[in-house]
């Protein structure tokens, strides 16, 4: 059977494209991108309808829609009841899910190689016959309010929310991808119905697949069905933000302080994006990077401390977390400031760059052993690169990057003038106004 399927494949798919021996691209009539990696073996396959909407295309009125209809797409379908799909993804041992981000939103499936035509078939459905039944509508309201309180309840993770609207201001990458509790309140079937139809459009649809698969049957399954949609006309432009230097201080009853301090960086595909990768890793990208090591192992001042790299298709930020007591936050942040000086200036000790990079590309290398990570990384190169990145050019681009690069990236990024500080706790303005000085002083 495996022989046959393999003569099959051979025969309907066009010579592999020179960026990657299982990569192919197919562009519909109608604009829709279906993008494969066939890796012959693993026993699964990862499918996901990647569409290039998210929070930073709603209006302040609409903020949460795309995050709702995310919801909603599973409630129901002119063929499945919510019990349906559910059962039928459970009944081959799949997974059926989705997420929203803030510049696109993704439904996906992962299933056993042989389910792939009910995966595609569910996905599908769901994404073209959803009801948006209006009872469905408020009742996953309430499913999403509660979703709202429990990132509320969750400091570690609402501080970062709230950072996002103290960074991007009153730009739609501020807003909360879930929306806020009066917004959901606010929102109507048709207003949900006519968003998914004008935001949801052939162009800025893609589907990407990876694992054992034949790209020529996964282009036929998805032409059947998504090929059905019709072009739209519909414009859209993406303001690209400034981020604001300020301090937001939310007084709440909290055992500890839990802040972000960040700073502008990168946009996506930015040239010097590998650069950014090792900086954010010796920072605080891992257990032996510099934040860790001193704050928690040597202070034991935090539990929790780590950098990380929001990037965007026009902008980016490098922002550092850590949950702290209150008699420790001011000691905290001026270790945080010592270490992005030291970054600027002092040469690199203990092997740290060379340690850095192998992290790097041990992580990449593991993540080719997933096939839901190589379906995401597709539509990630898609979205922003629009062409396929192998995996020689990423582990070139870590390799090349040296001290030089880093020191001088991080002179640019780590600049007074373009901090941005979020505390969540204990605390309130005129505290922080008695403990701390001014940006420039602090970074002495």
């Known amino acids: ?3 046959i399927k393999s003569k099959l494949c051979s025969s309907l798919k066009p010579a592999a494209m020179p960026d990657g021996p299982g990569y192919q691209k197919t562009v519909l009539e109608n604009g829709i991108k279906v993008i494969t990696e066939e890796i012959p073996y693993l026993k699964s396959v990862s499918i996901g309808i990647w569409v290039t909407t998210g929070s930073r295309d709603e209006q302040p009125h ?27 993804i459970d009944s081959v041992g799949g997974t059926l899910n989705a997420f929203t981000g803030r510049e696109y939103t993704c439904f996906y499936a992962k299933v056993i190689d042989k389910n792939l035509p009910l995966a595609i078939d569910l996905l599908s459905d769901i994404f073209l016959h959803s009801l948006l039944d209006e009872k469905d509508v408020d009742k996953e309201r309430m499913v999403i309010l509660q979703e709202i309180r429990m990132v509320e309840d969750t400091p570690d993770d609402y501080v970062h929310d709230l950072f996002n609207r103290t960074c991007w201001g009153d730009h739609p990458l501020g807003f909360p991808i879930c929306g806020t509790a009066d917004r959901v309140q606010s929102f109507r079937r048709d207003q949900i119905d006519q968003f998914f139809r004008s935001q949801y459009q052939p162009d800025r649809i893609i589907v990407c697949a990876a694992g054992n698969l034949c790209h020529q049957n996964v282009v036929d399954l998805i032409e059947a069905t998504f090929g059905r949609i019709s072009r739209s006309n519909h414009v859209r ?6 981020s ?5 201080v939310l007084k709440r009853d909290l055992e500890q302080v839990h802040f972000c301090l960040g700073t502008h960086g990168l ?3 930015h040239s010097l994006r590998f650069g950014s990768y090792v900086l954010n890793t010796i920072l605080g990208g891992g257990m032996s990077s510099r934040l860790f090591q001193e704050i928690r192992e040597n202070r034991g001042l935090a539990y929790s401390v780590y950098s990380y790299l929001p990037t ?7 922002v550092v977390y850590a949950g702290t007591d209150e008699s420790s936050f001011e000691e905290v942040i001026e270790l945080i400031l010592k270490e992005f000086k030291k970054l600027k200036s002092e040469p690199f000790k ?11 590309k041990g992580n990449l290398l593991l993540s080719m052993e997933s096939s839901d990570s190589l379906m995401t990384r597709l539509a990630k190169n898609e979205i922003y690169f629009e062409t396929y990145q192998t995996v020689d050019s990423i ?7 040296d001290e030089e690069m880093v020191k001088n990236l991080a002179g640019q990024i780590f600049d007074e003038q373009y901090f941005c500080l979020t505390v969540l706790g204990p605390m309130d303005g005129s505290q922080l106004d008695r403990n701390l000085q001014p940006w420039g002083q602090w970074n002495r």
């Not at 203990?350 to 790097?360: D, V, W």
């Open 1 to 3: 059977m495996d022989s």
């Open 395 to 401: 582990l070139k681009g870590i390799d090349e990057v």
């Open 312 to 318: 965007y298709i026009d902008t980016g930020l490098v």
């Open 350 to 360: 203990n092997g740290e760059l060379k340690i850095a990079k192998e992290q790097l």
């Open 237 to 242: 432009e993406r303001v690209k933000p400034l």
């Open 62 to 88: 609409e903020n949460g829609i795309s995050h709702f209809i995310e919801h909603l797409l599973f409630k129901g379908t002119e063929r499945r009841t919510a019990f349906d799909i559910a059962k039928e």
């Open 267 to 269: 946009h996506y595909n």
């Open 244 to 248: 604001i230097s300020t301090t937001h």
